[in-house]
């Protein structure tokens, strides 16, 4: 079984910084994507950065100079560093991996369960 467990949220005033943390853990062979989503309270969930293999990033128009995903493949991590934080930033954080748990098959996404960040204003 794979685990994805998220950490970082909270409270902080607009324009400040958090850092969240996703680690896997669990029988893996590869780790292809992982990213960070969120949803805010009555909209879709909306992804917000991926990195892809640990190299390509690409990451939500609203977001883009603010945060920035970073992946250390040793421990199976990823962390997102969200920086001058806005009151729409506030949502619930998901982690998500599309990862291989074995050398054949086909590679399946994962979540983790969310950590609530919320950016008073």
């Known amino acids: 079984q794979v685990q994805l467990v998220e950490s970082g949220g909270g409270l902080v005033q607009a324009g400040g910084s958090l850092r969240l943390s996703c680690a896997a853990s669990?029988?893996?062979?590869?780790?292809?994507?992982m990213a960070w989503y969120r949803q805010a309270p009555g909209k879709q969930r909306e992804l917000v950065a991926r990195?892809?293999?640990?190299?390509?990033?690409n990451y939500a128009d609203s977001v883009k100079g603010r945060f920035t995903i970073s992946v250390d493949n040793d421990k199976n991590t990823v962390y997102l560093q969200m920086n001058s934080l806005k009151p729409e930033d506030t949502a619930v954080y998901y982690c998500?991996?599309?990862?291989?748990?074995?050398?054949?098959?086909?590679?399946?996404?994962?979540w983790g369960q969310g950590t609530q960040v919320t950016v008073s204003s």
């Open positions: 998500n991996a599309d990862l291989k748990t074995r050398i054949v098959g086909n590679s399946r996404s994962y």
């Open positions: 669990g029988t893996i062979f590869r780790i292809n994507v």
């Open positions: 990195s892809t293999s640990g190299r390509t990033t």
